[in-house]
């Protein structure tokens, strides 16, 4: 009885806020990094975990680039799981390079190499994910020659940087495509992501991990922030999800973290949602719809 009444009581609670988001995913943050695949998460597992979740595309960044290769390789697994890849080029052969990436020339070296040698899903289209802590080194001389790589090579830039180096790294490149990981994980105000976002036309942000999202009203449900509802409702194209799996942590967390965005998803206009969940990252990797 007592489980019947909870059912009842979220079922209700279900309707209240209306139906969750039902169609595609693109997860456009997504690491399989060594500690996953030489750990718990062979690729069966990562795969099952996105054809459960209707993640249908994923950009696949991996440190090192092996995890993104092994993805890549996979044609056979990943056509039956219904997930594309779109490889991008991480700038780290392991922890150390995050630090220091910014002023190693092997680095942009590497990344000139492995952007040659392509992989089996194709040739990559971005570079990233790259952090940088300090803004004042997205001035520095090896940034500046990825941001004009990815610009010449059309190649997406996907980048974990505070709103200064937005600015610092766009002047590098006017005309690369900036992918802002996590939209400022610093939370930037809805005012200065509006800013930016008029100021670079090609400037996109994926909002995993973006604090100030979600709001509780005052019956404790919580709900898009009314400020970032807003910013999403005059941005609709501009907008992609993640799951930034870094640590093995994420990929148990999988299921709750696409459940969270479908329940958020759910809360916009159904084109609204479509755009966000899926059709930007389709339209900006040319990817066919499921
Ligand atoms: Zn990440």
Sequence with gaps: MKSLAALCLLLLSAWARGADYSGPLFDAHLHYNEDA???PH?????????QRNGVRAIVANSRPNDGTKAL???AVQTRAAGVTVVPFIRLYRNRADYGSWFRDESIYSMVEQEYARGTAAGPYRGIGEFHLYDSANASGPVARKLMQFAEQKRLAVLAHVDDVAIDLLMAHAPGARLIWAHTGIGGPSAARVQALMERYPWLMGE????????????????QLCPD???LMLKFPDRFLIGSDTWINQRWL???GLMQDYRRWLGELPPQVARRIAWDNGAMLFQLVSP
């Design 37 to 39: 695949y030489e750990g």
């Design 42 to 50: 062979p690729l069966d597992d990562v795969l099952a975990r996105m």
């Design 72 to 74: 890549a390789d996979a």
């Design 207 to 222: 909002l995993s991990y973006r604090p100030g999202l979600s709001c509780t009203d005052d019956r404790g449900r919580t």
């Design 228 to 230: 970032w509802r807003a």
């Design 253 to 255: 967390y999988y299921d």
